[in-house]
């Protein structure tokens, strides 16, 4: 059974930086995309940021310079480093990967999400 578990949530003060990890286990598809979106209140879930199998990335306009994702391939970890915390990014973290198997398909798993709260 696939898991996606996140950590590194929590309350921070504007300014400040957060490290969130998401440790993937029992995947059985070839990942090909890892990454974080996020939910503020009222507003609809949006991608943050994502890492491909060739490792190229790709960052919401709001957080480019500001968040850096990177991915473990050997752990099955991706984690996403935020620096410069504005009020405006709290939200729960989700965290996502995709993958592809030639006789499964498709397929796309997401973590419960963790917390984040930065204070002005």
């Known amino acids: 059974q696939v898991q996606l578990v996140e950590s590194g949530g929590g309350e921070v003060p504007a300014g400040g930086s957060l490290r969130l990890s998401c440790a993937v286990s029992g995947y059985r598809f070839r990942i090909v995309r890892m990454g974080w979106y996020r939910q503020a209140p009222g507003k609809e879930r949006e991608l943050t940021a994502t890492?491909?199998?060739?490792?190229?990335?790709n960052y919401a306009d709001s957080v480019k310079g500001r968040f850096t994702i990177s991915r473990d391939t050997a752990e099955n970890t991706v984690s996403l480093q935020m620096n410069s915390l504005k009020p405006e990014d709290t939200a729960v973290y989700y965290c996502t990967v995709d993958g592809k198997d030639s006789v499964l398909g498709f397929d796309s798993s997401w973590g419960r999400g963790t917390q984040v709260t930065v204070s002005s």
């Open positions: 890492i491909v199998d060739d490792g190229s990335t």
